[in-house]
């Protein structure tokens, strides 16, 4: 089975503060995602990357950033986080074929206060 | 920009009947994927179709691909309280994935 996961189910930061959020998956995928989820919104797509040191901006790349290193592990970081990026925050890693099937890992929820 | 449609946003029903949820797009897709989401979760796969007029079945529910591969329905026969959750469809294409803003379910029992 595909296994996602993510560094912090519930994370707690104030205005300002850099933020880090971790993703690993253990399946040897290529493509990684960032996504943010709000309600009414659906799911955008903040970044993805094809390959390792590869990244794309997604939708709404604003105010972040992010690292992939090793192929395995793709970080989503908030330089200083604001009130209107308190989200819930879904990785997601796939293969690259012809039908884009992605795996989520069990999201983040962060509060910047 | 590619979008999906999904309707209707909101279903609640009660235990045993019958449910449609479809996934709209005016664009074709070479895949389409159908996850379910519970509260506080990261969205779980239930099925990747990628053949015009493909139907898969997962035990009661069943997943049917539009011929023209734009379009994709999700049945589930005899609903249970544990089918509740938000179901959502995506669409791939060139490496990416297009998501709809989802079905909330819920099964009363």
């Known amino acids: 089975d595909v296994k996602v996961t993510q560094s912090s189910r519930y994370l707690v930061k104030r205005t300002g503060e850099k933020v880090f959020l971790e993703c690993v998956q253990d399946m040897d995928h290529e493509n990684m995602f960032w996504y943010r989820q709000d309600p009414g919104l659906g799911l955008r797509l903040i970044y993805f990357s094809y390959d390792v040191k590869m990244k794309e901006k997604g939708d709404i790349p604003e105010g972040y950033s992010v690292s992939r290193e090793k192929k395995e592990r793709f970080s989503l970081i908030l330089e200083s986080a604001s009130t209107n990026q308190t989200s819930m925050y879904l990785c997601a890693s796939s293969i690259t074929q012809r039908w884009q099937t992605q795996y989520f890992g069990p999201g983040t929820r962060l509060l910047v206060l | 920009t590619q979008l999906l449609e999904q309707s209707p946003q909101f279903l609640s029903i009660q235990e045993g009947e019958n449910l449609t949820v479809y996934c709209n797009s005016s664009s074709v897709f070479s895949s389409l994927q159908w996850y379910r989401q519970e509260p506080g979760e990261g969205p779980v796969l239930l099925v990747t179709?990628?053949?015009?007029?493909e139907v898969k079945k997962l035990k009661r529910l069943t997943f049917q691909f539009g011929d023209a591969r734009k379009d994709s329905s999700l049945h589930i026969t005899a609903a249970q309280p544990g089918d509740t959750g938000l179901y959502l469809c995506?669409?791939?294409?060139?490496?990416?994935?297009?998501f709809g803003d989802g079905t909330t379910l819920t099964v009363k029992p």
């Open positions: 179709v990628v053949t015009g007029g």
């Open positions: 995506a669409g791939g294409n060139a490496g990416k994935s297009t």
